[in-house]
């Protein structure tokens, strides 16, 4: 595919608001239950009043539902059994190994849980996408034999950029297309399952691209695609790019599509697990220690002081106010003050009164060790340290900056790669000019970069339009020639190159942490055996 055809593909929808016959979301909106249920176990009468427009499908879940148990000849039992057949059999769709809304409930009942995924989808979708040229567009710009055809070649692929961009906000008029990306990748890492739904014009264009709730879709048995199933009403959607494949519950000849993005798991092959799951009992562990602390503070009936009377005898009404003090109204609300009167004293006795304290010291939280293990096993299962969703004591610049070296390598950018694969699938049916690619999470400041980009200019390494795209700015005339310097700046390069300087090995050896790695310290050091 060539430049000019390109181009004229991504102007053929720049007036979005001339396609009044894109197909916008055909879903139901999703909200999460207060309960754990399923609504794909609704039988019975629930199932009859499902939604759905086929009406031969409809027949067909009635007979199954109303098979009676026959005997000999015309005798039959009057008992229907209605409660075996579920809306998983009356759609043909897989029962997941797990309740999805019950993995979409960890995601709010826990906070360290709640922590990483946020985490996640902030270092992987949240910082932003860009759109590089593709391989194509690259073998273009070489194959240029003049300044002028190459200058002329990279104004039309900057505006083929610009086009694209406002395109793929376009497709969405509620969220922006991070937010979309954003919603999905957070169902991903909370129930394991993301889905991106596409609908198309009338020409089949792509017209809409939206977020789906994942505890809302099944997956098809025939794998032929899904089924969404919310407040009574059923929706079939195709797998993206299938065109073919009938509506088998609406009769819908133009279903939308969806993008699976799913975490493998060996159990099944039709849906995927969060990473939290194998933490699921130090998830419910700390939502249960959590909850005897708070019912320890909403329920305490031990006063912070007692008061001792010896010598005096107190009146009926007196031990009545304090019997109900203590019993009625001390209960959760233990700051509140009690006033007894104390008979004078008299010639036999003397009254003595008193107050000790019972808890006037610190009221510590019960089980804090085993909510810190709880939050170690959490944030293990999710692979993400502990400097990413906190600042802890004990942890150093050191060592939080190799975690998130790990954190980068083993974890955000393969998921990255997971997700640039599926997007560009999307940006394929617009132009082939352009890849998808998410920004990575960065290990280095500003300032370094800046030095890094001027060394590589510097020594002929990257040309000055090379530097420009790694900080997302567009090339300029006659930066695609190598950067020449006078015979006085290459050698101060090279010598700042090699520090070959006494001063500059010496201000090198003394940089402060910011300029590179973090130093361990005092104590925390290299060690020797």
């Given at each position: 595919m060539t430049?000019?055809?390109?181009?004229?593909?991504?102007g053929?929808?720049?007036?979005?608001?001339d396609?009044?016959?894109?197909?916008?979301?055909?879903?139901v909106?999703?909200?999460?239950?207060?309960?754990?249920t399923?609504?794909?176990?609704?039988?019975?009468?629930e199932?009859?009043?499902?939604?759905?427009?086929n009406a031969?499908?409809r027949r067909?879940n009635?007979?199954?539902m109303a098979?009676?148990?026959?005997?000999?000849?015309?005798?039959?039992?009057?008992?229907v059994?209605?409660?075996?057949?579920?809306?998983?059999?009356?759609?043909?769709?897989?029962?997941?190994?797990?309740?999805?809304?019950?993995?979409?409930?960890l995601?709010?009942?826990?906070?360290?849980?709640?922590?990483a995924?946020?985490?996640?989808?902030?270092?992987?979708?949240?910082?932003g996408?860009?759109l590089?040229?593709?391989?194509?567009?690259?073998?273009?710009?070489?194959?240029?034999?003049?300044?002028e055809?190459?200058?002329?070649?990279?104004?039309?692929?900057?505006k083929?950029?610009r086009?694209?961009s406002?395109l793929?906000?376009?497709?969405?008029?509620?969220d922006?297309f991070?937010e979309?990306?954003?919603?999905?990748?957070?169902?991903?890492?909370?129930?394991?399952n993301?889905?991106?739904?596409i609908?198309?014009?009338?020409?089949?264009t792509?017209?809409?691209?939206g977020?789906?709730?994942?505890?809302?879709?099944r997956?098809?048995?025939?794998?032929?695609?899904?089924?969404?199933?919310?407040n009574?009403?059923?929706?079939?959607?195709?797998?993206?790019?299938?065109?073919?494949?009938?509506?088998?519950?609406?009769?819908?000849?133009?279903?939308?599509?969806?993008?699976?993005?799913?975490?493998?798991?060996?159990?099944?092959t039709?849906?995927?697990?969060?990473d939290?799951?194998?933490?699921?009992?130090?998830?419910?562990?700390?939502?249960?220690?959590?909850?005897?602390?708070?019912?320890y503070?909403?329920h305490?009936?031990?006063?912070?002081y007692v008061?001792?009377?010896?010598?005096?005898?107190?009146?009926?009404e007196?031990?009545?106010?304090i019997?109900?003090f203590?019993?009625?109204?001390?209960k959760?609300?233990n700051?509140?003050?009690?006033?007894?009167?104390l008979?004078s004293?008299?010639?036999d006795?003397?009254?003595?009164?008193?107050?000790?304290?019972?808890?006037a010291?610190?009221?510590?939280?019960?089980f804090?060790?085993?909510?810190d293990?709880?939050?170690?096993?959490?944030?293990?299962?999710?692979?993400?340290?502990?400097?990413?969703?906190?600042q802890?004591?004990?942890v150093n610049?050191?060592a939080?900056?190799?975690?998130?070296k790990?954190f980068?390598?083993?974890?955000?950018r393969?998921?990255?790669?997971?997700?640039?694969?599926?997007?560009?699938?999307?940006i394929?049916?617009f132009?082939?000019?352009?890849?998808?690619k998410l920004n990575?999470m960065t290990l280095?400041?500003?300032?370094?970069i800046s030095?890094?980009?001027?060394?590589?200019?510097?020594?002929?390494?990257?040309?000055?339009?090379?530097a420009?795209?790694?900080i997302?700015?567009?090339?300029?005339?006659?930066?695609?020639e190598?950067f020449?310097?006078?015979?006085?700046?290459?050698?101060?390069?090279a010598?700042?190159?090699?520090?070959?300087?006494?001063r500059?090995?010496?201000?090198?050896?003394?940089a402060?942490?910011?300029?590179?790695?973090g130093?361990?310290?005092?104590?925390?050091?290299?060690?020797t055996q």
């Amino acid at each position: 595919m060539t430049l000019e055809p390109m181009l004229t593909r991504l102007g053929d929808l720049d007036n979005m608001e001339d396609n009044k016959d894109v197909n916008v979301s055909t879903g139901v909106i999703y909200s999460a239950p207060s309960v754990n249920t399923d609504p794909f176990l609704a039988g019975g009468e629930e199932l009859k009043a499902i939604s759905y427009e086929n009406a031969a499908l409809r027949r067909k879940n009635s007979r199954s539902m109303a098979k009676a148990y026959t005997g000999m000849e015309d005798a039959k039992s009057k008992f229907v059994e209605l409660s075996y057949y579920s809306a998983y059999h009356a759609f043909d769709v897989v029962l997941p190994n797990i309740d999805l809304a019950y993995l979409a409930k960890l995601y709010e009942i826990s906070t360290p849980n709640y922590a990483a995924i946020n985490a996640k989808a902030s270092n992987i979708v949240g910082l932003g996408y860009r759109l590089d040229p593709s391989d194509m567009a690259i073998d273009k710009i070489e194959s240029a034999k003049t300044e002028e055809q190459l200058q002329g070649i990279r104004k039309k692929i900057e505006k083929g950029r610009r086009e694209l961009s406002r395109l793929l906000e376009e497709l969405n008029y509620e969220d922006t297309f991070l937010e979309i990306l954003l919603k999905v990748w957070v169902d991903y890492e909370a129930t394991g399952n993301g889905y991106i739904e596409i609908g198309r014009t009338a020409n089949g264009t792509i017209g809409y691209v939206g977020h789906i709730p994942s505890p809302s879709i099944r997956i098809r048995r025939l794998r032929d695609g899904y089924i969404q199933l919310v407040n009574g009403r059923a929706v079939f959607f195709r797998n993206f790019k299938d065109k073919k494949t009938k509506d088998p519950i609406n009769n819908d000849a133009r279903p939308n599509e969806i993008i699976h993005i799913k975490k493998y798991t060996p159990t099944t092959t039709f849906y995927g697990i969060p990473d939290a799951l194998p933490a699921k009992s130090a998830i419910a562990g700390d939502e249960f220690s959590a909850r005897f602390n708070l019912d320890y503070f909403e329920h305490k009936a031990v006063p912070r002081y007692v008061i001792i009377v010896k010598g005096a005898t107190l009146s009926a009404e007196a031990e009545k106010t304090i019997h109900e003090f203590f019993v009625n109204n001390l209960k959760g609300k233990n700051h509140r003050s009690i006033y007894i009167p104390l008979p004078s004293d008299s010639s036999d006795s003397k009254v003595e009164f008193k107050m000790e304290p019972v808890e006037a010291g610190i009221q510590d939280s019960s089980f804090t060790t085993y909510r810190d293990a709880n939050r170690t096993e959490i944030l293990m299962a999710h692979r993400v340290p502990i400097s990413k969703v906190g600042q802890p004591a004990g942890v150093n610049l050191a060592a939080a900056r190799d975690a998130d070296k790990s954190f980068k390598e083993q974890v955000t950018r393969p998921e990255q790669d997971r997700l640039e694969k599926r997007i560009n699938g999307i940006i394929s049916e617009f132009t082939n000019m352009f890849i998808f690619k998410l920004n990575e999470m960065t290990l280095t400041d500003e300032d370094a970069i800046s030095q890094i980009n001027e060394r590589y200019v510097r020594n002929q390494i990257m040309t000055p339009n090379e530097a420009r795209a790694t900080i997302g700015m567009p090339p300029i005339d006659g930066g695609d020639e190598m950067f020449e310097m006078k015979p006085q700046q290459a050698a101060d390069a090279a010598a700042n190159s090699g520090k070959t300087r006494a001063r500059d090995a010496e201000r090198s050896a003394g940089a402060t942490d910011g300029k590179g790695e973090g130093r361990n310290p005092k104590g925390d050091g290299r060690s020797t055996q």
